[in-house]
DNA sequence: TCAACAGTTTAGAATCGTTCTAAAGAAACC
DNA sequence: GGTTTCTTTAGAACGATTCTAAACTGTTGA
């Protein structure tokens, strides 16, 4: 929690060259509380109406665009279907539950070995997501499997 | 170039248990023909469409998952509102042109120092996607940026 | 061989996350 | 306050994917 929330979420705004609106304001207190966040736009959309914010889903989409054009969220891709935003903006890895769609970060992961990006192109980001499945106490797979691999030493 | 590629192709069929039609095995021919290939529903609808072979998009669909469910192919997530499928279903990560969509194979790369996964979960998978931006002859970046990362070591 | 059944294909509708449009509203500036 | 510029919004549109239900095809075994 931070001391002033408020305050920080205008800071964070103006910095961003963004006008500080109800809805802008209220989304920024929230997602910059100080802890590390990963949302999609419908949570964050929820959570916003529960806080009794009258915010549209447009203008959420909108405005983690324009927070992630900014440098305070960063996107993160992990399934086909649905966009997650992240408010750690730090070198990161995840972990992702595929039965619940919760993302966790893991620090200190070691990738080595990459390959030279091919001519004309050059490295922009590294992701390494690490999909869990779920296991019951007895240890067997609660969802849909595969063989699992192990990562590469 | 395989030799006989509708007996391989039936043969691959056959053991996944799926009845040879001609969608199928059109589908398969091109598939796994020897090339490690990512593709996605609509690049091998239109594909299958160009070798006249008269399928529809929810075939193309149907056989993509019933492949993968076979263990024939393998998802690829790295961009948020398309699937990718590859037949190569060795471990291995990619290299993502983000600017054209194409995947392309890397190998031996490392993956170390990862966490242990939370109790009550265990790894299914590690994905490694190594995002690139395109640059033209002068080093400038062509394609929407951010600051670019390297990776770790 | 052929009927009967089970599995497959398909057009089109539906779904779902996301983006667009254009008009109304709010912040900034003078 | 008046004017400009930016922002929000409802609702339509979009694009990828999935679903539905009816027609079709491969398989089986009498
Ligand atoms: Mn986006
Ligand atoms: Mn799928
Ligand atoms: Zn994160
Ligand atoms: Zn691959």
Chains 1, 2 share one sequence.
Not at 30 to 48: I, K, N, P
Not at 116 to 124: C, E, K, S, Y
């Amino acid at each position: 929690m931070r001391e002033r929330p408020y305050k920080h979420a205008l800071d964070l705004l103006q910095r961003a060259g963004l006008r500080p609106t109800k809805q802008r304001l209220a989304l920024a207190r929230f997602l910059f509380d100080g802890h590390d966040r990963h949302v999609t736009a419908e949570q964050l959309h929820a959570r916003a109406l529960e806080d009794r914010v009258s915010v549209s889903l447009a203008t959420v989409y909108n405005t983690l665009h324009q927070f992630t054009r900014a440098g305070l969220l960063r996107e993160v891709v992990v399934d086909a279907n649905r966009s997650y935003f992240d408010t750690n903006t730090s070198e990161h890895h995840h972990f992702f539950h595929e039965k619940t769609g919760e993302l966790q970060d893991i620090r200190d992961v070691v990738v080595a070995n990459l390959p030279q990006p091919p001519a004309g192109a050059r490295i922009a980001r590294v992701d390494v997501v690490v999909r869990l499945d779920d296991t019951d106490e007895s240890g067997d797979v609660v969802t849909h499997s595969g063989p699992a691999d192990r990562a590469d030493i």
